[in-house]
Antibody, heavy 124, light 112 residues
Framework: QVQLQESGPGLVKPSETLSLTCTVSGGSISSYYWSWIRQPPGKGLEWIGYIYYSGSTNYNPSLKSRVTISVDTSKNQFSLKLSSVTAADTAVYYC??????????????????WGQGTLVTVSS | QSVLTQPPSASGTPGQRVTISCSGS????????VNWYQQLPGTAPKLLIYSNNQRPSGVPDRFSGSKSGTSASLAISGLQSEDEADYYC?????????????FGGGTKLTVL
């Protein structure tokens, strides 16, 4: 059973770069899309972006200028970098696997599983 | 403000049937499938319904999903205390700004 685990600093200073890594265990990172999703305290979910195991990426337009997602297939890991952070970037950050299936009706896709999440606080 | 619209709260008594709505547009729900996630207090979201109405293995058949046009619904029958959680809908959005995932703002379900 595939499991995901986020890791990285829990505290980042304003204007600096937030860096997180998601380690995939129990399965290969190959042949899937992998996303980062965040949730500010007490608020809803926001998709940040995804990376395909081959390295192609797609980012949320509202964050695109500050986001970089990369993958290391040899370590079964993918990573998130968010630059120039402010207090508004304080959130629980989740990594998740995106399943995609081509059907006769088109592409069907969903997130499963999710990591447990890691709280990142932006503060001086 | 979320792209998909959900009621902020819903409630029911044990055994009741409750429904949670999710409203979108032609670029998301209208042209792509809808997924539902359950987030128990203090935990990560968990897949509850995918592809509008499919239940993953292990999800009780008390949970069901449907979609019509640009709206979707999650129904929970035989409500139980352990169903108290936040519920989120999500869909892929083929917007002109660039395709991306969009979520509803979440519905907090209270079991009275």
């Amino acid at each position: 059973q595939v499991q995901l685990q986020e890791s990285g600093p829990g505290l980042v200073k304003p204007s600096e770069t937030l860096s997180l890594t998601c380690t995939v265990s129990g399965g290969s990172i190959s042949s899937y899309y992998w996303s980062w999703i965040r949730q500010p305290p007490g608020k809803g979910l926001e998709w940040i972006g995804y990376i395909y195991y081959s390295g192609s990426t797609n980012y949320n337009p509202s964050l695109k200028s500050r986001v970089t997602i990369s993958v290391d297939t040899s370590k079964n890991q993918f990573s998130l970098k968010l630059s120039s952070v402010t207090a508004a970037d304080t959130a629980v950050y989740y990594c998740a696997r995106e399943r995609r299936l081509k059907t006769i009706f088109g592409v069907v896709n969903w997130f499963d599983p999710w990591g447990q999440g890691t709280l990142v606080t932006v503060s001086s | 403000q979320s792209v998909l619209t959900q009621p902020p709260s819903a409630s029911g008594t044990p055994g009741q049937r409750v429904t949670i709505s999710c409203s979108g547009s032609s670029s998301n729900i209208g042209s792509n499938t809808v997924n539902w996630y359950q987030q128990l207090p203090g935990t990560a979201p968990k897949l509850l319904i995918y592809s509008n109405n499919q239940r993953p293995s292990g999800v009780p058949d008390r949970f069901s999903g449907s979609k019509s046009g640009t709206s979707a619904s999650l129904a929970i029958s035989g409500l139980q205390s352990e169903d108290e959680a936040d519920y989120y809908c999500a869909a892929w959005d083929d917007s002109l700004n660039g395709p991306d995932w969009v979520f509803g703002g979440g519905t907090k379900l209270t079991v009275l």
